[in-house]
């Protein structure tokens, strides 16, 4: 794995994109069939493939395409709460329920 922080976004973008025609490879499709299952145009699939700027909404018709979506559950994963969200919670939990005084002595009586 790349040091992501050690490359600049366009070489980052060149990595997905050699990703990105890596999986479609593998798959054994043609920019053309991914294109026709995407609606997106081949050029942009070209384009994608070569790390040139494309969108956020591109890059998840590409996933669909090439049905590999689930690869983005690390990055959409629930963090969770932090450890400090859990003490603030833990304090505000209740113990016991409080007694509600009026409705018992209207039972006794």
């Keep these: 794995m790349k040091d992501l922080y050690a490359?600049?976004?366009?070489?980052?973008?060149?990595e997905i994109g050699e990703r990105l025609k890596?999986?479609?490879?593998e798959k054994n499709m043609s920019q053309q069939s991914l294109a026709d299952i995407t609606g997106l145009d081949r050029t942009t699939i070209g384009y994608a493939e070569k790390g040139k700027t494309f969108s956020i909404l591109t890059l998840i018709e590409i996933m669909?395409?090439?049905?590999?979506?689930?690869?983005?559950?690390l990055f959409l994963s629930d963090p969770g709460l932090s450890p400090l969200e859990l003490v603030k919670l833990k304090g505000k939990q209740r113990v016991r329920a409080s007694r509600?005084?009026?409705?018992e002595s209207f039972l006794e009586a």
Excluded: P
């Design 22 to 25: 890596r999986k479609r490879l």
């Design 100 to 103: 509600n005084l009026k409705k």
């Design 7 to 14: 490359i600049n976004n366009k070489a980052i973008l060149s």
């Design 64 to 73: 669909r395409g090439l049905k590999i979506l689930d690869e983005l559950n």
